[in-house]
Structures are given as C-alpha cells and as structure tokens.
C-alpha cells in the first residue's frame, strides 16, 4: 500500500533587508521624498538646521538610540524645535525620543511618516517640520527614507504541499502583507527571492 505524505513548511522571506536586529547606535542618511518622486538628501547647515532642495550643505547623518531619539554626525541631539516644530540639532538638546526606521527605510516619528517642507526663502532651500507652518502656503508634506537601520523585515507566509510520486510539488506561495503606512515613498529594495521549493520526501512502501 502506497502513503501519501502531506508536507507543511514554515517559509520566512526577509524584506528590503534580512532580520535586522538593530544595535544602537545606527546611523543612516536621510532622503525626502514628496508626491512627485524624490526631493534629494537631507541636507545639514553648520547650525544644526535640517534642510533639502538646498545646494551646498553637507548630507546629514544621524544615528538612531534605542530610544528612537536622534544625534547628528557632531553629536548634537534633534529635536522639534518649539513652537514650529522645525527638526533641528542642536548642542547640548536632549533627542527627542520615538523616532522608528521601518522595513522599507520609511522613518516615523511616534507612528507619524509625514512630514511638511516649508521655504526658507534662502537659495531654494527648505525646512523640514512635524507640522505644516500657518499662514504659509509654500509649506508641502514630504516623507523621509533612511538609507540604513530598517528594522522589523520579516514577511513569514505558510507553504503547503502534497506530496506523491506522480504530482510535483506546488511553487511555493508568499502572502505580502499589505504596506504598513498609507503613503509610503518607493522601497529603495527590491523584495528578497522566493525560498527554495520544498522536495517531496520518497514514498514509503507498506504491506
């Protein structure tokens, strides 16, 4: 008497990035995004301001605490700046906690991904706030993409297969879940290969 064996495998595909167990710090690079496309890279001025569309200031860096607060490639703690909420690094500042790099190098701030980019009325350049300034028209929501530290990259789906002597193996299926913010910009990464196709064990033989 011929078995049919029934094989079941657990399959883990890994996102933009493998599993990315995140020591901090971890340092990234910024790059804006609005609804047309990439603004260009975040830019820092000798101050600590925080600017894109502007030539001439260095790309920032910023290094990510297991706080999710920020520092600057001088050490400067970023913050909110009060009251306009302009995203700043300053000496001496304490980082405002509850930034996230997520799976596709999305950055939020407290579950927020979108952030507003306002004239400076100085060489095209413009800062970045956690909220749109009033009274100014100018003023564009962006998103930011982190060039490093995505964290929590696993996309896990459930492969069956039947398996007999006379039936290939099925392909295996991959379920992605659906984005996890509404307005995302484009992944930088392409999604990993599928995993190997699952090999049907030999047909065991009773009397």
Same mark, same amino acid.
């Not at 009251?83 to 995203?87: M, S």
């Not at 500042?93 to 405002?96: E, I, L, Q, V, Y």
């Not at 530290?149 to 696993?154: E, I, K």
């Given at each position: 008497m011929?078995?049919?064996s029934?094989?079941a495998?657990?399959?883990f595909?890994?996102g ?6 995140r ?14 496309g990439?603004?260009?890279?975040v830019?820092?001025?000798s ?6 569309g502007?030539e ?7 290094c990510?605490d297991?706080?999710? &607060?920020?520092?600057? #490639? ?8 009060p009251? @306009? /909420?302009?995203?700043q %690094? *300053?000496v001496g500042?304490?980082?405002?906690a &509850?930034f996230?790099? #997520? ?8 579950g927020? @991904? /979108?952030f507003?980019? %306002? *004239?400076?009325?100085?060489?095209g350049?413009k800062?970045?706030?956690s ?10 929501p962006i998103?930011l993409?982190?060039d490093d ?6 996309l ?8 007999t002597?006379?039936?290939p193996?099925p ?6 879940p659906?984005p ?10 392409s999604l990993?290969?599928?995993?190997p196709?699952?090999e ?5 033989e009773?009397?």
């Open positions: 011929k078995m049919k029934n094989l495998l657990l399959a595909a890994a933009s990035r493998a599993l990315v167990s020591q901090a710090p971890c340092c990234f690079g910024l790059t804006a995004y609005t609804y047309d990439p603004a260009g890279a830019g820092q001025l101050d600590g301001q925080n600017r894109i502007q001439g200031p260095p790309e920032g860096s910023y990510i297991s706080n999710g &607060g920020l520092t600057d #490639g001088e050490g400067r703690g970023c913050i909110w700046t009251p @306009t /909420t302009q995203f %690094c *300053d500042a304490k980082p405002d &509850g996230e790099v #997520g799976c596709n190098g999305t950055v939020s701030y407290k927020e @991904t /979108t507003y980019a %306002c *004239d400076t009325g100085d060489n350049g800062n970045i706030y909220e749109p300034l009033k009274g100014e028209p100018t003023c564009q998103w993409v982190a530290c995505m964290t929590n990259c696993v896990t789906s459930t492969i069956t297969a039947d398996c002597t006379s039936s193996v392909p295996a299926r991959i379920s992605v659906p996890k913010y509404s307005m995302p910009p484009p992944p930088k990464h990993p290969p599928q995993p196709k699952a049907c064990p030999g047909v065991l009773g009397n």
